[in-house]
């Protein structure tokens, strides 16, 4: 079956440390996206891609970087320097810039 | 900049009832729309969308939506709710990505809905 997969679901992460978060898709979408979020503040844009060796920062992408060395990975790293990274994170894709974005099952992080 | 308001927090309805879900938008183009479903603790499930065409959208699971550009709105409705319709819905503005822009979409703060037997 053809999706989006995010692993781990959950990820727990002491203060100061990196971790970096899957996404696959077999969809053969050529953009892929990554969204945080939060109770009550909807879907927040961190990083897209668009095409392979190619990323762009969204709206909220300090503390964080990713690669997309190939076209159905888009790892998201959360680094020390996010200073409140607990949260539920989204990945998508699309076929195109245009097309509709479809939604992986999330990774919740905690921060202890 | 495009923006979704989406006015209710929290809706409350009895199984049975009918729903409408609002959502307003601001854009300064003809705006792409998205209804999308979340239930707790999973992603997002994409219920409809509208693009262009007939303002009247219908989408999965019984639900449709009407495009009114004069109101900037874009409201979900379901004539009969089902208890397995309880779970977070987001409405959604994308815009043109043509030219050197991209399909980014601006979603609204979510409308959690409870549905009472």
């Known amino acids: 079956d053809g999706g989006i997969t995010q692993s781990p679901k959950y990820l727990f992460r002491k203060e100061g440390q990196n971790v970096t978060l899957s996404c696959e898709q077999n969809l053969n979408h050529d953009a892929m996206y990554w969204y945080r979020q939060d109770p009550g503040q909807g879907l927040r844009l961190i990083y897209y891609?668009?095409?392979?060796?190619?990323?762009q920062k969204g709206d909220i992408a300090e503390g964080y970087s990713v690669s997309r060395e190939k076209k159905e990975s888009f790892p998201l790293t959360v680094t020390s320097a996010q200073k409140n990274p607990t949260a539920f994170y989204l990945c998508a894709s699309s076929m195109s810039r245009t097309d509709t974005q479809y939604f992986g099952p999330g990774t919740r992080l905690t921060v202890l | 900049a495009q923006s979704v308001t989406q006015p209710d927090i929290h809706i409350t309805v009895s199984e049975g009832a009918s729903l409408e879900l609002r959502c307003n938008y601001s854009?300064?183009?003809?705006?792409?729309l998205f209804w999308y479903v979340q239930s707790p603790g999973q992603g997002l499930q994409l219920l409809l969308k509208y693009f262009s065409g007939d303002t009247l959208v219908q989408g999965i699971k019984g639900f449709e939506a009407e495009f009114k550009r004069s109101q900037s709105s874009f409201n979900l409705r379901k004539p009969s709710v089902h208890w397995s319709d309880a779970a977070e819905y987001f409405c959604?503005?994308?815009?043109?990505?043509?030219?050197?822009?991209?399909?980014?979409?601006?979603f609204g703060q979510g409308t959690i809905l409870t549905v009472h037997p």
């Open positions: 959604a503005v994308g815009r043109n990505a043509g030219g050197t822009s991209y399909g980014k979409l601006t």
């Open positions: 891609s668009q095409i392979v060796n190619d990323f």
């Open positions: 854009y300064g183009a003809t705006p792409y």
